[in-house]
């Protein structure tokens, strides 16, 4: 029996598998494929069957008797391991018991474990989390370590990631720290010789900790093959080894193959030193010559080509001329059939291109009947890239495959909503309203977009006087009281999302691990249990949601020692910053359903009839960063003198060559011209393919989408200048598409049903009840009467965007501007207290964060002088107000919170503190509406528990804190009490602020909110779509 590779309805059902055909081989590849005794090195350019070669290898070797138990075969990468194991297991067609298919350091690591000493117990650091031990322990150097002039980079991480690059080649040059210092001490290199006595400080803090990083693990593994009972055991377990692409391999993973070979032990050996793109890992094409040198060793050249078409290979052979031809095959032959395609284009920008490159992948499946799995876009960097283009792909209408371990864990969906949960339960489990948001639509609480908006308008109406709805969601996470009296599910997912980030910040706040506070974020859910049925049910992505979540949680195991909330800022950090896989450990998920979509690395050993490779612009590919390194690996290694620069552009030419070569029948090479200097410009290498480019303008006039063609179809039905046949035509097409059902009887084409044609409907009317108390506050009615559009998309819709610093800001210096009343704080205390709630408030850079606070520490010394020598009675602080009142027959709440309420001579002043840029005229003060609604509200009795039967009012004061010398700029408000009518005549009276306040109402009442120009409209976040700024510009069409 095969596999399994149906499913019914009950459960999972094996089905017989057809046997696989054996390959035709030509007669080079017999050749390469015979087992042979001694070291066989098989070299062959792109699409020669160097894979093919090799697993037939295996295959002749089973079939004379052995086992795969018996055969190391080793590949460049993890990936590349579980695509030859697949290999020969489709090829072998039977159980093989511990096959041994893995990588140069899996092969050390079993090996250092099977020969080490029993009770020997070794964990391998990953590249990250070598580079923050390095970094640990360069924290605990004395200041006079390293050489005077590089004191300042020492802290740095670059400096760290520097110095474990150093170490890394200097085991792959086979020095250890006592041939380090001589070299330094010959060269007179005062750095290196420390970097050498750093070394020794690294391998005796990783020897106790019982801990390898990847080439102290092939270091150690060489250090045992020299022991002749290690030496005897290897050669009675291994019959052979097979390795592929050992051009990737450093010089240290060549020398133990050939260790190997120098044993006895047979070596096959695969390669091809133009596609070695591994130079970033070491790799610098000596393994050839290290393998060749070994006595008796013999080469193979494979000629014939099988996977380029002559146009493609006759694109390749340009730019091999240019790639260094030191133990370079002969150039391959192209495939035989027709003379295929290569295109190089240049579009106008970045979205042009993709929406180029999607229009070609759809039209390669819809007109010229190729499968999704046919095609492949291949990207330079998997970071900046790949996400990316994966969404613009699928919005085209293009599905996409990107295997797990292509896309960072950083990057990972399942990943990122739990640590988004670790940050705010660091931060004692306070949101900001972005957070808020995402928290609460993320699989943690489980509501959609619309519950947390319906949520955010009732705790709006709850407490219409405490921020807007995006920041009182941000609240209830941490104040579970705002949701008292909230019936309703929204509500109840609100608490227990409260409660959970609330016990996960307790455990933080107790000094426990990381990963503790991260587990019951995870096990406190239905989250687990949704994905684990999900993944049982056959479920891509949750299998990979499941896969990302083990690897952090492995990850925050490894590190014990972060405890607290600075231990899980400092994780998330090391997360962030770091290219960490996402699927380590399970076999590739990719079932060939969509585009293939993967980076110029990962391309390696694939090929598909066409190949997009994107994104070929200069400082993108070729990527010439590096400059002038301090801790530069050259220092070790002989050729010093060889070009840095000239180096990284063979690397990157290299490449660029495995990422075409990659192409069967058609090649498409592109680039956007871009406006932003060199980095803009197409790369060099589209000129080197030996096709001169095409520069495409515009976009594809009509995309092969669903979408477009309902579009289409609607622009003629409804064009009254078109025939009218034809617009009959597209109407019938039209209602054919709308009356369409899919099996579960959704319609796939609604926007096909004139019905949902916006520009058609009926205008919408009034459909809410009148309130019978319109509620007002003093900080809105200004917004409100200046634009009626704006305050009601920002205060009833609540669709404004949370400013997260301009509020917290506010807040800080609210507060302490409070305890300087309340509690006599000093300028000394309060500049304390500031620095210590500095760190809270979100910045989007650090320098804006440095001058903040110097602007802000001057604002509150100007405050503090000014509350010293402020000659009135302070009667109260952030006091709240409500009180009613009538207007024009209307039942009104005037609500509010005032900063201070003085007692100016017997008379109630109000004092707003403003910590904005901004400050109006003078001339604009007298109907400045806040005042206003507190002098008014102060009339009416709002304070009579303060200044019992004082209702006489003092002109109020704005206090501006940014502006002024030693004390801040005022800007006073006449009394209505002395000016009841600044401006003549009132309309409904008795002071201007009813006027004010009457036509509030009326706004209210007619449930109308036009669009008015004023001076909001500059920083409108509603501008875009504004009838007031864009008349006559707005068509509602079909």
Known sequence: MGPVNETTTQGWQLVRQRPAELPT????????????????????????????????????????????????????????????????????????????????????????????????????????????????????????????????????????????????????????????????????????????????????????????????????????????????????????????????????????????????????????????????????????????????????????????????????????????????????????????????????????????????????????????????????????????????????????????DEVPLAGQMAVQVLLLGLAVAASGGRPDPDQAHRLFTSPLCGMDSVASRRLGRALRAAHPDQGHSAQLLGRSLSEPLLLEGIEGEDATAARALADLLGRAAGLLEEGRPVQEALWSLWDGTPWPEQLRRAALGGSRRANHDLDSVVELFDLAERREDLVGGAGARAFAAEIAGQDIPADTGRELDLVGRGVRLLTAHRAHGGQWRRVWVVGVAEGRWPQLARRGLLLDPRRLADDQIHSEVAGQLGDERRLFHVACSRAAEQLHVSSAQGIEGESGRPSRFLHELGVAPERVHGRPLQRLTAASLVAELRRVATDPTRDEALRRAAALRLARLAAVEDADGSRPFTSADPATWWGLRELSTVAAPRPETIRLSGSRLGALLACPRHWFLSSRVGAEAGRATRASIGDVVHLLAQRVATDHLTLEEVTGELDRVWHKVPFEAEWLSATERVTIGAALARFCEWHDTNPHQLLAVEEKFSVPLEVRGRAVELTGTVDRLELADGRLKVVDIKTGKHMPDVKDMAGFEQLGVYQLAAQCGAFDHVAPGVRAVAPPSLLFLRHGDTLPEVREQSSIDDVPAPEGELVVGPTWVHDKLAEAVAIIDSGEYDARQCSMCRFCQFADSCPALHAGKNEVGA
Request: include cysteine.
């Open 25 to 404: 081989l030509v007669p080079w590849q017999r050749v390469a494929a015979h087992p042979a005794p001694g070291v066989r090195l098989v070299v062959g350019g792109p699409g020669t069957g160097k894979t093919l070669a090799l697993v037939e290898s295996v295959a002749a070797r089973l079939a004379a008797g052995g086992s795969l138990e018996r055969i190391v075969v080793l590949a460049a990468s993890r990936s590349a391991a579980q695509l030859v194991r697949r290999e020969i297991a489709r090829r072998v067609d039977r159980a093989q018991v511990s096959p041994r298919v893995t990588t140069v350091h899996g092969f050390s690591l079993g090996l250092l474990r099977d020969m080490a000493e029993p009770d020997t117990d070794l964990r391998l650091l990953r590249a990250p989390e070598q580079e923050f031990r390095i970094r640990e322990l360069m924290a605990g150097l004395p200041a006079d370590f390293w050489p005077k002039d590089i004191r300042e980079a020492a802290p740095t991480r670059a400096f760290a990631s520097q110095m474990r690059e150093l170490l890394s080649r200097a085991r792959h040059h086979g020095l250890d720290p006592v041939l380090m210092e001589e070299l330094a001490r010959d060269s007179g290199d005062e750095l290196l010789a420390d970097a050498a006595r750093f070394f020794e400080q690294y391998l005796t803090v990783t020897d106790f900790e019982g801990t390898l990083d990847y080439a102290e693990l092939v270091h150690r593994t060489r250090l045992l093959l020299m022991e002749e009972d290690v030496q005897r055991s290897v050669l009675s377990r291994f019959d052979a080894v097979v390795a592929d692409d050992v051009q990737e391999l450093d010089p240290a993973q060549a020398r133990l193959l050939a260790d190997l070979a120098h044993m006895g032990v047979p070596l096959h050996a695969f390669a091809d030193p133009q596609q070695r793109t591994n130079s970033f890992r070491g790799a610098t094409g000596d393994a050839l010559g290290i393998l060749t040198a070994v006595p008796g060793a013999t080469t193979l050249v494979l000629r014939d080509g099988f996977r380029n078409a002559p146009a493609i290979r006759g694109a390749l052979d340009a730019l091999r001329l240019r790639l260094d031809a030191t133990g370079a095959p002969t150039t391959p032959t192209p495939a035989p059939g027709p003379d295929g395609l290569v295109a190089c284009r240049v579009f106008d920008d970045e979205p042009a291109e993709l929406a180029h490159v999607a229009q070609q992948l759809r039209h390669a499946v819809l007109t010229d009947g190729l499968r999704w799995s046919d095609l492949a876009v291949i990207v330079r960097s998997g970071r900046a890239q790949l996400p990316v283009m994966a969404r613009e792909l699928s919005r085209y209408g293009v599905p996409v495959e990107v295997a797990g």
